[in-house]
């Protein structure tokens, strides 16, 4: 079916139907919903932006939307870097943000969460109870919990403790016919039917609106130790890597290049070494101990491997600032240019190939490439820099990004890890899924959503 821009009546009997606030207009207030965190200059205008409160409000949206042919774009906290909450002209743009009720049950060890809670909140309502939800984007202070489920979010400690869809219990969904069903539940077993769950998750607002998801949180994470080791070459660092996830298991190992050590130091005035070509910041959360004894290997590991310096620390100030140093490397490198993010990871043996293949790549079309990496999940995020104004330099920019996805299907990696599809990265879909695959999602696509009005142009 053709999508269309609703009539002026129809949106203003949408406006009428919902309470006083929820849906608006006027270009002011529809100006903050058009883009998510990639700003795309190319994103639509929406006709109408619905910022539910209820499932019911959600519930009339997307029934209103089918029955107008409209399309849909479900929208969290828009700190996507896929541009999977952009707008498309016309639309109606679904936010989640006022949804932010939490639930503990502390004997189950599940919390109930409305889609719009931030992810720091929802870490902060598990920690009254001793109880801790372990996916932890970079983003977690300004992302929603629906955003994460439908992205299928990683972070930093995933290496350990694995990503947002390990810990997605059940969901409650608006499907693209306005009818709210439950998936799963707070049953810590339960194989009754297809794991349809499973299918909504990283499923990008294609398939139905999450309104509500049950997640399970597991005791509060013990005090890491922290290792940080700068080498003189990406090579040394990612053999390091490769050299620590063969005998143990950090609870997180991350990767910044120079490029990202400077913007951050440029930000931050921290005291990075701004001379290596890349550091690693490691973590051990096992008892303390066993913590000294894998800090201990690292170290050796990370010497071995060309390391200049090795710090160590179980201070909690001192961890946290190297790791909020991490989480601080895309805000700082956005001070620098325009970025095209990408989020392509590979197979754990090929991540050395990938990263010289990048750094190749960034000098034959001249070009920066900043690389920062979740790198004990083998996924990397090469961000390509420009400055807007210059259009030879924009070329040059989405030439190298071409590269990268490209070097990464050729090592057998995936074009994202964890920010999802959205609207940037599909044109390299077909090749990385093929053929068959991709009829396959678009079958189930077909099957939720017949008339494709949920988020068309994103994921799948
Ligand atoms: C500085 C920075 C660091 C980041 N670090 C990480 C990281 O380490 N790991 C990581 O995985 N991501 C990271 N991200 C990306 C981003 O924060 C995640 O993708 C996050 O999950 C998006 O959540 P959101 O609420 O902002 O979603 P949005 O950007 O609003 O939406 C993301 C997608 O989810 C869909 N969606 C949102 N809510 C719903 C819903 N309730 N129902 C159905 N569909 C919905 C949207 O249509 C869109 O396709 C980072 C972003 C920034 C800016």
Same mark, same amino acid.
């Given at each position: ?19 006083? #606030? ?147 219990? #059940? ?6 016919? #306005? ?282």
């Amino acid at each position: 079916m053709d999508l269309r821009a609703p009539a002026p009546d129809a949106v203003a009997a949408l406006v009428a139907a919902l309470p006083p #606030g929820v849906a608006v207009t006027d270009a002011v207030a529809v100006e903050k919903y058009r883009r998510d965190r990639t700003e795309d200059p190319g994103a639509g205008t929406p006709a109408v932006v619905v910022r539910a409160e209820s499932v019911e409000h959600v519930q009339t949206a997307v029934r209103w939307a089918a029955e107008h042919g409209v399309a849909v774009v479900p929208r969290g906290a828009g700190s996507g870097l896929s541009g999977g909450a952009n707008a498309v002209d016309g639309c109606l743009v679904l936010s989640l943000e006022r949804m932010r009720a939490v639930e503990i049950d502390p004997v189950t060890r599940v919390a109930y969460a409305e889609p719009g809670l931030l992810n720091a909140e929802l870490k902060r309502a598990a920690a009254e109870h001793g109880l801790w939800y372990p996916p932890d984007p970079s983003s977690f202070e300004i992302c929603s919990i629906g955003g994460n489920v439908a992205t299928n979010a990683g972070g930093l400690c995933c290496v350990k403790y694995g990503v947002t869809t390990d810990y997605v219990l #059940g969901l409650r969904v608006v499907l693209a016919d #306005g009818r709210a069903v439950d998936l799963g539940g707070p049953r810590l077993k339960d194989v009754a039917g297809l794991p349809l769950t499973r299918l909504f998750v990283g499923s990008e607002g294609t398939l139905g609106i999450v309104v509500r998801a049950v997640l399970r949180l597991v005791p509060a994470q013990r005090r890491p130790a922290t290792l940080v080791a700068s080498f003189p070459s990406l090579a040394s660092a990612t053999s390091a890597v490769l050299g620590i996830t063969g005998r143990l298991r950090p609870s997180m190992l991350e990767l910044m290049d120079r490029t990202s050590i400077n913007a951050v130091e440029d930000m931050l005035r921290m005291g990075l070494d701004r001379s290596a070509a890349a550091m690693l910041v490691v973590q051990s959360d096992e008892p303390a101990g066993t913590a000294a004894e894998e800090i201990s290997l690292v170290t050796q590991i990370c010497e071995e491997a060309g390391a200049t310096e090795v710090l160590s620390t179980d201070d909690p100030d001192e961890s946290e600032a190297f790791v909020a140093a991490r989480r601080a490397c895309i805000p700082a490198l956005e001070r620098t240019g325009r970025l095209l993010l990408e989020d392509v990871g590979v197979p754990l043996p090929r991540l050395g190939d990938l990263v010289a293949g990048i750094e190749a790549i960034a000098e034959q079309h001249g070009t920066t490439i900043a690389l920062v990496a979740h790198a004990g999940d083998g996924n990397t995020h090469p961000l390509v820099v420009f400055d807007p104004a210059d259009a030879d330099a924009e070329a040059r920019a989405r030439g190298a990004y071409d590269a990268v996805m490209r070097i990464a299907l050729d090592l057998g990696g995936t074009i994202t890890g964890e920010h999802g599809v959205g609207r940037l990265k599909r044109p390299w879909l077909e090749d990385y899924l093929g053929p068959d695959v991709l009829e396959l999602n678009r079958r189930v696509k077909a099957a939720l959503d017949p008339q494709g009005i949920l988020n068309p142009g994103a994921g799948i």
